[in-house]
């Protein structure tokens, strides 16, 4: 695959325009033709137009307002004739177009989620001291609080390390730049 060319983005809001180039020395338009195909939730095949040597990638809003969100995996490929190439390839996320998200969307992650639940958990449980009862025939054991601890500070590192990823650093917290060759 040669030359990386990292201007795929990672992620594509729906609802608003999508407006990249892509410039491949060995595959110039406009004698290759070049796309974009996404698969995933959705279906989507994106042809670029040529723009002097580079392949212009341009979506409008009313069109990417109908992209299922979701993440999808990407290739480019390259066309001239019979020859496909395929360029590169990827992922990336789809993410809803909060213009039409009903009320009471909630956008945190996965792991806020489930840090937050635990967190409520762990709350509520300060005034309690039995860790397990039996009414009857029926028995209730809940979840010891060192076990719960672990849960939190394991998600806790986990929404630590999406955000780090979010701000583009690695994990000891420095921006973490690479260039393929």
Known sequence: MGERMGLVPERISAGVNLD??????AYPAPDWAVSLILRGPAAIDVPAVAADRQHHFKVSAP????W?????????????????V???????????????AAAG?????????VLRAIEAVIEGRASLDQQSYQI??????????PD???????????????KM????????????????C
């Open 20 to 25: 990249f180039r892509v410039t491949k020395t």
């Open 63 to 66: 069109v990417t307002s109908e």
């Open 68 to 84: 299922a969100p979701g993440v999808y995996w990407w290739v480019l490929r390259a066309t001239r004739g019979d020859d496909v």
């Open 86 to 100: 395929q360029i590169d390839e990827g992922q990336l996320t789809v993410e809803l177009d909060l213009a039409v």
């Open 105 to 113: 969307f909630d956008g945190r992650s996965h792991a806020e989620r």
């Open 136 to 145: 009857n025939n029926r028995s209730l054991a809940r979840t010891p609080i």
């Open 148 to 162: 719960l601890l672990l849960l939190r500070d394991r998600y806790r590192a986990e929404l630590r390390r999406e």
């Open 165 to 180: 990823a979010a701000q583009g650093k690695g994990l000891l917290g420095r921006q973490v730049k690479v260039r393929f």
